[in-house]
């Protein structure tokens, strides 16, 4: 048999030789194609599932709670500036009664500086959906009902279908009133620290629930979550539902 060379080596049968190249010398041989089994196939697709199960929530949550963090901050940023706005024309309201006519007198302070899809009131349905939990998964105090079943809020949705609640002020922790923010409507189950945080305002200013007295710290092991929102605001992040344990609003933030 005529032994291939580099010329004839790819010409009409004799391709079925192909050289390998090692240092220098080239090796001939029969071509051989590689391939997978059934079973290799099937395992690699098990092992590339299991893996995807394991990240994908964790990877999900964290965009989830990157969102939120955008929105709370945003809506914080709209609510101090309308403030500030309406204080241009108008005297510091001061201490708003916490009653059916002050919550709708915290709502008008505010809604010509927002885009509103739906009004609510005080009275009206279709606003609020769900019950209110507290951080820790517990009924929300004395309020465990839809909002909406209160007239002492004042309810409306906005455009981007987040939700605002007014109510007047408490004397007891010397608020002049209070917002609270659904940042996700959709959600049939409003919880604090989560997807619903709360803005105050006193001393002629709004500000996240926990700057005052510094008690966004106890934001960590605080069970209702309401001074989580100045966490959110300060430090941009949620870690506080991640790693408590080892938060202390000072030294620690985060848990990396």
Not at 180 to 199: K, P, R, T, V
């Amino acid at each position: 048999m005529e032994k291939p060379t580099q010329t004839n080596l790819f010409k009409g049968e004799r391709n079925r030789y192909i050289p390998f190249l090692k240092k220098g010398i080239f090796i001939w041989g029969k071509t051989k194609k590689a391939a997978f089994t059934l079973a290799e196939v099937l395992i690699t697709l098990a092992i590339i599932g299991v893996v995807a199960a394991m990240t994908l929530p964790v990877l999900i949550n964290k965009y989830q709670e990157r969102v939120t963090i955008t929105k709370v901050k945003k809506m914080y940023s709209t609510l101090a500036n309308a403030y500030e706005l309406y204080k241009v024309e108008n005297s510091d309201p001061g201490m708003i009664p916490f009653n059916e006519e002050g919550a709708i007198q915290v709502a008008e302070i505010f809604k010509p500086y927002l885009k509103i899809a739906k009004d609510c009131g005080t009275r009206g349905t279709g606003c609020i959906k769900g019950t209110k939990l507290n951080k820790d998964g517990s009924l929300a105090g004395d309020e465990n009902n839809p909002y909406e079943q209160s007239y002492i809020y004042y309810v409306m949705t906005l455009n981007d279908g987040s939700q605002l609640v007014f109510r007047g002020g408490s004397e007891t922790a010397t608020l002049d009133f209070e917002i609270m923010y659904d940042a996700n409507s959709n959600n049939n189950i409003m919880q604090f620290a989560h997807d619903l945080f709360e803005f105050d305002g006193y001393d002629g200013k709004i500000a996240p629930n926990g700057i005052k007295d510094e008690k966004y710290k106890n934001c960590p092991s605080d069970v209702n979550g309401w001074t989580c929102t100045a966490w959110v605001v300060m430090f941009g992040n949620m870690d506080y539902l991640h790693c408590p344990e080892i938060l202390d609003g000072e030294t620690k933030t985060s848990c990396n």
